[in-house]
C-alpha cells in the first residue's frame, strides 16, 4: 500500500495482482523498488519504478527471495532457492533500468528462505549471514493462553 504524504492521503495499492508480491527493498533514491513475486510460479526478484509503476525488470533468473540494494544503488543482491546470495551490478536510468550479468558471492548454509538470512554493510564488501551453531536444534514454541488475566496475580 502506498500512503501519500499530501492531498487527500487515502492509502492505495501500489501492486495489486493475483499473485504474492512481497518484501519490497526501496532504492537508495526512492525511485524503485525491488520485491518478490512467484508470478512466473517460483519467488524471482523485479525491480518497478516508484511510487508510478513504469516498467518492471525481472533481475532473477533462477529464483530469488530476499532483494537488498547496495548503498548507492549500484548492486543489487537476492538469495536464490539453493541458498547462493547473488548480485548484479544495476543502472537506475530515467527510463528504467539495466541490470548486470548476476555475480554468485557465495552460499548460505543453512538457507531455509524463512528468515532474513543476510544484511549487507551498505558497501558491498561484507555480509552479516545467520548460521546457527553446529548441532545447535531449534528451541521449542510456547504458548501462553490467557496472559492478559495473570499479569494482576
Do not use: C, H
Not at 512481497?22 to 518497478?48: C, H, L, T
Amino acid at each position: 500500500m502506498i500512503l501519500p504524504l499530501a492531498g487527500d492521503r487515502k492509502p492505495e495499492p501500489y501492486l495489486q495482482t493475483k499473485y504474492t508480491e512481497m518484501k519490497p527493498a526501496f532504492s537508495p533514491d526512492g525511485r524503485w523498488v525491488a520485491y518478490e513475486s512467484n508470478e512466473s510460479g517460483r519467488y524471482e526478484i523485479y525491480v518497478q519504478g516508484f511510487p508510478d509503476k513504469r516498467g518492471k525488470w525481472l533481475i532473477s533468473a533462477s529464483g530469488g527471495r530476499q532483494a537488498a540494494w547496495r548503498r548507492d544503488g549500484k548492486e543489487l543482491y537476492w538469495v536464490r532457492p539453493d541458498g547462493t546470495l547473488m548480485a548484479a551490478s544495476m543502472k537506475l536510468l530515467k527510463a528504467g533500468v539495466r541490470a548486470g550479468q548476476p555475480q554468485t558471492l557465495f552460499r548460505i548454509s543453512n538457507w531455509d528462505g524463512a528468515l532474513t538470512a543476510y544484511q549487507t554493510d551498505g558497501n558491498g564488501r561484507r555480509f552479516l549471514v545467520y548460521e546457527p551453531e553446529a548441532g545447535q536444534r531449534e528451541l521449542p514454541m510456547v504458548v501462553v493462553q490467557n496472559w492478559a488475566a495473570r499479569l494482576g496475580k
